[in-house]
């Protein structure tokens, strides 16, 4: 059975995504038992990232991702939602400052983030 978590923002409302199967696991498994987790948004273009209380090393990491791509920076111990070009991106694609850690995927459209700002309460939980 597929784990889904839920995103929560004022500006979004709740937004699904679900955990990659058999890729990522340990990043996975981690940030799965450390929900629910609260944190405040930073946008770096079409990304937005916050600190977690999750430690992983890197894992299968990459530094360009798709959109709707969930992910865990082990530099700053963040999670990190991509929803378009950040600037480290060459063309359209999302790029990340560094190698992530991948581990879910969104639902449906990733552009809605573009809507939070900067200081946004964000909250993820396992979702029902």
């Known amino acids: 059975m597929v784990k889904r978590i839920q ?3 004022s500006a979004t409302g709740r937004i699904v995504a679900e955990l ?3 890729k990522n696991m340990k990043t996975s498994e981690a940030l799965w038992k450390a929900l629910p987790i609260e944190g ?3 946008r770096w273009g079409d990304e937005i ?3 977690i209380p999750v430690t992983v090393g890197s894992e299968d990491a990459q530094q360009t991702v798709d959109i709707g791509d969930i992910a865990y920076w082990p530099p700053g111990k963040a999670l990190c939602i991509f929803f378009g070009p950040t600037p480290a991106s060459r063309g359209r694609e999302p ?3 560094s190698p992530v850690n991948v581990f879910a995927k969104m639902v449906g459209d990733a552009i ?3 809507k939070v700002k900067d200081g946004d309460k964000v909250r993820i939980e396992k979702a029902t």
């Open 7 to 9: 995103i929560m923002t």
């Open 20 to 22: 990659l199967e058999g």
């Open 40 to 42: 405040t948004a930073n």
């Open 49 to 51: 990232y916050f600190g």
């Open 95 to 97: 790029r990340a400052a």
């Open 112 to 114: 809605v983030f573009r």
